[in-house]
């Protein structure tokens, strides 16, 4: 079976700054995907990216970025130039691809507070 | 669309009733997960429906739960009896699988007293 694991319950960082959060993850499988989900207070969730794992190139969205070490079963997320509003849970994920299997799997989160 | 619909937004019940989560995925969605969050286990997946048929219950806790998807667009997970260790917020979600997002509804707070 499929694990994930965050390592970091609670992080914070100052505005502006740069944050990275911990993700690894336990598979026997070749083909799947990856993804950071934020939660904010209002409960929420919220795609924040997503990596397919047979693409070496680390995704990106404005801020967000990702380090994916496929063979070290990694997969951190990068918060630049943190913002008031990304103060929120965290939570990575796991998909196995394909073969009608394809639940998703969620790391316990990591609280993320941006202080002015 | 409106997005994942899920019924009620909030649920108290006392202990030992029957409770039922009712969820209306998005059109054309085929992936219907059941998760329930707490705490102190954070978000974890109790069953996963795809086309409408079960593939993977192991996360159901025990037989007071069970769940259903009678159609594409419709599902329900009941608790009978319920108890107050059941208390957490239940999301549902749902995606057109292949590695695609999963698309989250606002969550369920269940509270037993």
């Known amino acids: 079976a499929q694990t994930v694991t965050q390592s970091q319950p609670e992080m914070s960082v100052q505005e502006a700054e740069t944050v990275t959060l911990s993700c690894t993850y336990d598979?026997?499988?070749?083909?799947?995907?990856l993804f950071w989900y934020k939660q904010p207070p209002s409960r929420q969730m919220i795609l924040v990216i997503r990596?397919?794992?047979?693409?070496?190139q680390n995704a990106t969205e404005n801020r967000f970025s990702v380090n994916f070490q496929k063979a070290a079963k990694s997969f951190s997320l990068k918060i630049s130039d943190s913002q008031l509003g990304d103060t929120a849970m965290y939570f990575c994920a796991f998909m196995k691809h394909g073969g009608g299997s394809e639940k998703l799997v969620f790391g316990k989160g990591t609280k993320l507070t941006v202080n002015p | 669309d409106a997005g994942v619909i899920q019924s009620p937004r909030h649920e108290v019940t006392e202990m030992g009733q029957e409770v039922t989560l009712r969820c209306k995925p998005i059109?054309?969605?085929?992936?219907l997960f059941w998760y329930r969050q707490t705490m102190m286990r954070g978000l974890e997946l109790l069953i996963y429906?795809?086309?409408?048929?079960?593939?993977?219950d192991s996360g159901m806790p025990e037989d007071r739960f069970s769940a259903k998807m009678p159609n594409a667009s419709f599902s329900t997970l009941k608790i009978q009896p319920s108890e107050p260790r059941d208390s957490a917020v239940y999301f549902c979600?749902?995606?057109?699988?292949?590695?695609?997002?999963?698309?989250f509804g606002q969550g369920t707070r269940l509270t037993v007293v």
């Open positions: 979600a749902s995606s057109t699988g292949r590695g695609t997002e999963a698309f």
């Open positions: 990596q397919e794992a047979y693409k070496q």
């Open positions: 429906f795809n086309n409408n048929v079960p593939i993977d």
């Open positions: 598979t026997s499988e070749n083909n799947y995907y």
């Open positions: 059109s054309g969605h085929n992936s």
